[in-house]
């Protein structure tokens, strides 16, 4: 176990959190603070990010001192990040800070503890970092060296440090009129720099407190501690970054290992990594040692530092296309495809990201970055499969987001909002049960959704298939509770043949319209419901409502809970064993905001084992009639694609026209729905 104390800083992103959180726990430290700022009230998603982000605290499974400060509002980057280490050093006298986006690696740990007892009485070293941005060059003899420069992405310090933060920099104008900035810094170009950024973070014009750190150290005649390799690793994503943008210059770095720590002769600042760092910083230009930029054997080079700058600038959609022109004029230069892994990565396409890295590894195994990223890639976190609560998921496809939201622009619904910066929609299949999910969670729809789709004259049907073959199930002494019961139809149908019924509808207007027929229909989840009806009812169904649902686990427990003992619970989903769904590709209701979840045979049956109930019936519905023009059309379709010419010269060999061919077909293949029927144990 660590026994120095660690810090966590995070915010309101719960998947780069995880990545970090993961080499925490690795190191099992005995002391564990995480503090948490609030949500912005201007950010509508901010509270289910932060508190999803939050969660991070009940996977903390070791023994363990755990503190939190979590806000209920928003202090913004600087206060909340500086009070935070504050009320840190005010429980420590010595610690180690990571943020959100810091993944340190094996190293990190082990160096930030040997060099705060080495230099614990030590006044003049206020600062030990993680980071090395020296790319290949070593400085001095020893495993680290001495720097003005306090990069943060990964660090450590003491309460006897931290405490001569000046975080708002009253010291600034006395420290500037006494020349002494002059003695921390001779250069003219390097001190104008840093005028200017002290002087806008002074004025509130930056919100940042890093400024504030660097000038305290300056101001107290402090050093900082760089180590020779780079111990951890800042996966900054661009436009949801806190910090400045020019600040992602050093993301992705490689993480290396340093295992024997070898003290330098002298403790002075080394004046060559100091201005490397500046140049790097002021320049905004990657070092040759770092990309291929100065590689004259790459044709199309003068795009190249533009198409880093896209991605480092928060757009990899504009870096994906240029580099897959490079990589297609550049057929021999493999390493151009792990920038475009990265960008790939960014954008969320982790499928096509990994490709991107095993095409760099098959042809240079020892690509360090490469082989970070898929580390990286690796560490992320499947989530969770919302019907089993297991994490044994796997991604099985990748949506483009412009996609989607032009299918949805067809049936004349907007749906930009929904998805804010999303680029791409993970697909995610769950290994116990088939069942396959749409991930991120938050992007069901809502109300406005469904009120834009109900102008549809074909949206709420009055009568269908799966109403039939439920009705012959339901019998007149039946307590009925329709979930998702709409304008109340199969309701009014089943009222008059003499059942008990009951429905829940969250939309508002097919609720309201419900209830104008005179029938029973309350604005409530079946979650709440059940709180007050456990057992009142003898057959609970829900028609075509599942495939919406985000927490189908809680869903259905909710609904068997509202059951008494022999009911029927009575589910009708798409079928997405059906090969009109599982060929068409405009099928885009099947698609988020509208579907979450997509159903098959196997994790309808999955079911009774999951939930202790029996499956009593199984049934498919046929190709319904208004299905019956588009399935011939995409059956052409598919038979002219897929079986080219040699299936078109068959058919007029054998004189079978193309279209008795596709009548033959649609003969025997399964509609749109399917139903199953459970019995409550």
Same mark, same amino acid.
């Given at each position: ?25 690795? /190191? ?19 509270? +289910? ?8 605290? +009940? ?22 990040? #500086? ?10 006298? =010595? ?25 614990? +009485? ?14 290949? /060059? =070593? ?21 006897? /440090? ?14 500037? #009129? ?5 003695? %921390? ?40 501690? =760089? ?27 490689? %993480? ?14 080394? *004046? ?34 533009? %198409? ?122 769950? *290994? ?18 469904? $009120? ?13 298939? $799966? ?89 259905? $427990? ?46 309808? %049956? ?5 939930? *202790?109930?029996?499956? $009593? ?65």
């Amino acid at each position: 176990m660590l026994d120095v104390p660690v810090l966590f800083l995070v915010f309101n992103r719960p998947d780069l959190s995880e990545l970090a959180f993961n080499e925490i726990r690795a /190191a099992k430290p005995r002391q564990l603070f995480i503090a948490a700022d609030g949500p912005r009230p201007e950010c509508l998603e901010d509270p +289910d990010l932060c508190r999803r982000t939050r969660m991070i605290t +009940d996977r903390v499974d070791w023994e363990c001192d755990l503190k939190t400060l979590f806000r209920e509002t928003n202090q913004g980057c600087k206060n909340a990040i #500086a009070s935070a280490i504050s009320w840190f050093f005010d429980e420590v006298d =010595q610690g180690i800070i990571l943020e959100d986006d810091c993944v340190p690696g094996d190293s990190f740990f082990h160096f930030c503890r040997e060099l705060l007892s080495f230099y614990k +009485d030590t006044p003049e070293v206020m600062h030990i970092s993680g980071n090395n941005y020296q790319f290949g /060059a =070593q400085r001095g003899q020893g495993s680290y060296f001495f720097t003005k420069y306090n990069h943060i992405h990964g660090w450590a310090t003491w309460r006897r /440090a931290w405490r001569l933060m000046d975080l708002d920099m009253d010291g600034f104008p006395d420290f500037e #009129a006494a020349g002494n900035i002059q003695t %921390v810094i001779p250069g003219d170009k390097e001190r104008a720099h840093w005028l200017r950024c002290f002087t806008q973070c002074r004025s509130g014009e930056i919100d940042n407190w890093d400024y504030a750190w660097t000038f305290s150290i300056w101001r107290n005649g402090g050093l900082a501690i =760089q180590p020779n390799r780079n111990l951890v690793t800042n996966i900054d994503y661009g436009t949801e970054a806190t910090h400045t943008q020019k600040d992602s210059l050093f993301c992705n770095v490689g %993480v290396e290992r340093l295992d024997v720590i070898e003290h330098p002769e002298t403790m002075a600042v080394n *004046g060559p990594a100091d201005r490397y760092n500046f140049e790097l910083l002021a320049s905004g230009k990657f070092p040759p040692s770092r990309t291929m930029a100065s590689d004259p054997s790459i044709h199309g080079l003068s795009t190249l530092n533009q %198409v880093l700058a896209d991605i480092n600038a928060g757009r990899p959609e504009a870096a994906v296309s240029e580099f897959e022109n490079l990589i297609r004029d550049n057929p021999d230069q493999p390493e151009l495809h792990y920038p475009r892994a990265l960008a790939l990565f960014r954008m969320g396409a982790q499928k096509a990201a990994r490709r991107a890295v095993e095409t760099v590894l098959g042809n240079i195994p020892g690509h360090p970055k490469a082989r970070q990223l898929a580390a990286m890639m690796d560490a992320v976190p499947l989530p969770e499969s919302p019907l089993t609560g297991s994490a044994n998921t796997v991604l099985v496809d990748e949506l483009d987001v412009q996609r989607i939201i032009r299918a949805y622009q067809g049936l004349q619904v907007d749906v930009r909002d929904t998805f804010k910066d999303l680029r791409v929609v993970h697909l995610y299949e769950c *290994g116990d049960t088939d069942f396959r999910f749409y991930h991120p969670f938050w992007l069901a729809g809502g109300g406005e959704l469904y $009120e834009a789709l109900e102008k549809h004259s074909w949206y709420y049907m009055p009568w269908k298939w $799966e109403h039939r073959i439920a009705s012959d199930v339901i019998h007149p002494r039946d307590r009925l509770l329709e979930v998702g019961s709409a304008r109340g139809d199969f309701l009014k149908a089943m009222m008059q043949k003499g059942v008990s019924c009951r429905g829940l509808e969250i939309n508002t207007a097919a609720g309201t319209s419900a209830r104008e027929k005179g029938i029973d229909v309350r604005a409530e989840s079946i979650e709440a419901h059940a709180l007050h009806h456990e057992g009142d009812y003898t057959v609970v169904c829900a028609f075509q409502v599942l495939e919406h649902i985000v927490d189908v686990r809680s869903f259905l $427990e909710a609904a068997i809970r509202s059951l008494t003992a022999g009911g029927r619970l009575i589910l009708s989903v798409p079928n997405n064993d059906a090969f009109m769904l599982r060929r068409d590709p405009v099928q885009i209701l099947n698609r988020p905001p509208h579907h979450m979840g997509l159903w098959n045979t196997r994790s309808l %049956v999955s079911l009774g084992r999951l939930f *202790g109930i029996t499956l $009593e019936s199984i049934a498919y519905e046929p190709l319904q009639p208004y299905h019956m023009a588009h399935s011939r059309s995409l059956v052409k379709r598919l038979l002219v694609q897929k079986g080219g010419a040699e299936a078109t010269q068959w058919m007029k060999d054998c004189r079978v026209p193309l279209g008795t061919v596709t009548n033959i077909l649609l003969s025997e293949m399964p509609g749109h729905t399917t139903l199953a029927v459970y019995l409550k144990n």
